[in-house]
């Protein structure tokens, strides 16, 4: 159920966006255990001065090659898994693409199971929730 958002700048090819794209879904598969079938990602490019980003922060370099990638997702990772996603992302968009993996900016948000609806106006997990007896409920 993540919901990703790609920023990338407008010099990036079709190809390389998509690769990015598929680096990031892949990632989510194998580390988050997100079923492959759950895709939702906006993929956009961004004209010059429209990505910006500090030339040096924490000790990380970064060039005017940017992606940004804001990933809204439910809440119940651990550190670990996160640090492991972020790992992967970078590392798959550095090996797929002619992006640095110092230049991947990653953003987690973690929203309740119940802030989604994935069409027909419905709030699907809301209601399966509402289905499951309350913990301690006879």
Known sequence: MPLVRIDLPASTSQTEAAAVSQAVHQSLVEVF???ADDRFQVVARRAPGE?????QFLGIAHSDKVVFIQIAC??????????ALYARIADDIGRRTGFKADDVIINLLETARENWSFGAGLAQYAVQDRARPAVGAS
Request: glycine content about 12%; proline content about 17%.
């Open 51 to 55: 990505l910006v980003c500090s030339p």
């Open 74 to 83: 439910s809440p119940g990772r651990t550190v670990g898994l996160k640090e």
């Open 33 to 35: 255990n997100v079923p």
